[in-house]
């Protein structure tokens, strides 16, 4: 897996389309435990994305990143702008300080879902999207190398994204519900899902 400049560029693209493209079930369910602006949030930051792919994919891959995290820190608005952002803005960080992709991808991810986790004051556990990230970077640990990486990263986001529905949620707006967040998919979590997803499927076009 090795992330050409065109590869990074049309993986943000399907990246963001997708998101974009999940804007009305993003509000559906945040309509459901939060305030259902997570679907436009989600969509506006990604439409800012877009705007910005030739100037983001011009950059090497630590400057893009921290563009990209940069912008949805402006864009997105709500609690989970800043925490997006701060998983770009701590990704591109990682790279600048030596990490280098393929071979530090956990250890990239690692700093991302870390800065979330700093910035959220939040744990794997709490309904959030970190209930997606955290098990999406323990697959990438524990099947670095491997070559149903991609297919194993798959599953594990799709099965964890699940796992919210009967958590009760102890951070964020959904917490305000107490036990009536329980039966729900968190809208974060669906969102990690979602990119988690189409960064898979756009590499697994590359391959
Ligand atoms: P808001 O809750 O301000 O309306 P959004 O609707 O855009 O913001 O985002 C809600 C999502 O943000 C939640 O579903 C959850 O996944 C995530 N989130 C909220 N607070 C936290 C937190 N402290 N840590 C991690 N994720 C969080
Ligand atoms: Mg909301």
């Given at each position: 897996m090795s992330l050409q400049p065109e590869t990074f560029r049309s993986l943000i693209k399907v990246a963001a389309e997708q998101v974009i493209a999940s804007a009305p079930e993003l509000t559906t369910l945040d309509q459901a435990i939060g305030d259902g602006d997570h679907g436009s949030n989600m969509k506006r930051g990604c439409e800012a994305v877009l705007g910005k792919l030739d100037a983001i994919s011009a950059q090497p891959l630590d400057e893009a990143l921290k563009m990209i995290g940069k912008t949805l820190v402006m864009t997105?608005?709500?609690?989970?702008g800043p925490l997006y952002g701060s998983f770009f803005l701590a990704a591109g960080e990682a790279l600048s300080h030596d990490k280098h992709l393929p071979d530090d991808l956990a250890d990239v991810f690692g700093s991302a879902v870390d800065a979330v986790s700093a910035r959220g004051r939040s744990h794997v556990?709490?309904?959030?999207?970190l209930d997606v990230l955290v098990p999406v970077l323990e697959t990438l640990k524990a099947?670095?190398?491997?070559?149903?990486l991609i297919a194993r990263i798959r599953t594990t986001a799709t099965d964890a994204l699940a796992r919210t529905a009967p958590m009760q949620a102890?951070?964020?707006?959904?917490?305000?519900?107490g036990p009536r967040s329980i039966g729900h998919l968190d809208p974060g979590a669906r969102s990690s899902c979602v990119l988690v997803q189409a960064v898979c499927a756009s590499l697994e076009g590359k391959q």
């Open positions: 997105v608005g709500g609690a989970s556990g709490e309904k959030t999207m099947a670095a190398g491997q070559p149903d102890t951070k964020g707006r959904a917490s305000f519900l």
